[in-house]
């Protein structure tokens, strides 16, 4: 774990605006430490990136950081995009939370999963391991590339979601992807 006056573990972070509203990015040397969904106007969004982040404050990012941000407003404008390669900083992150967060961002655009299956896969047991994901999933500090938006609830269920907006947020994203919720069950795409 770094410490203040360790390089690597400084967090800076930078806002954009996308079809979404002002959207936001934390990183430390490291790779990324969060993004934020737009919160209900750009004040907020900074200051919710910035606490849950431990930001010293707003920069100009790196070339990959740059990239990313332009993917993210290219993802919310509706195009296909796949975070499964950015590089995370998960290191103040607890062992169990990494390894669910490595495990979701498997879970490709487009598909989904449960928190109960997302727990057997970790070897966890169904309805502990269920609480223990939907903890994580309720904590994740990098939705999009961590995307806890393809967890749902038992039954294909919608489930929670923290960003502002809540359930009707995390179904306008699953919608970008052509998951579409109709009589509450999922629809995939091309089903």
Known sequence: MGTPQD???AIHHHLFDTAFGVCGVAWSMRGLTGVQLPEKDGANTEFRLA?????TGSAEPPQTIATLAVNIQNYLDGERVDFSSVTVDFSNMLEMRRRIYVALRRVPFGRTTTYS??????GMTEWEGARDVGEA?????MPLVIPCHRVL?????????????????KQRLLALE?????????????V
Do not use: I
């Not at 606490?51 to 930001?55: G, I, V």
């Not at 299956?117 to 970790?122: D, H, I, M, S």
């Not at 999933?137 to 500090?141: H, V």
């Open 117 to 122: 299956e997302l727990a057997v896969l970790l």
């Open 51 to 55: 606490a849950k982040c431990h930001s």
């Open 153 to 169: 609830a038992a039954g294909g269920k919608l489930g929670g979601f923290s960003a502002y907006g809540g359930g009707a947020t």
């Open 7 to 9: 390089p690597l573990a």
């Open 178 to 190: 052509g998951v579409h919720f109709d009589g509450g069950a999922p629809r995939l795409p091309g």
């Open 137 to 141: 999933m309720g904590r994740n500090p």
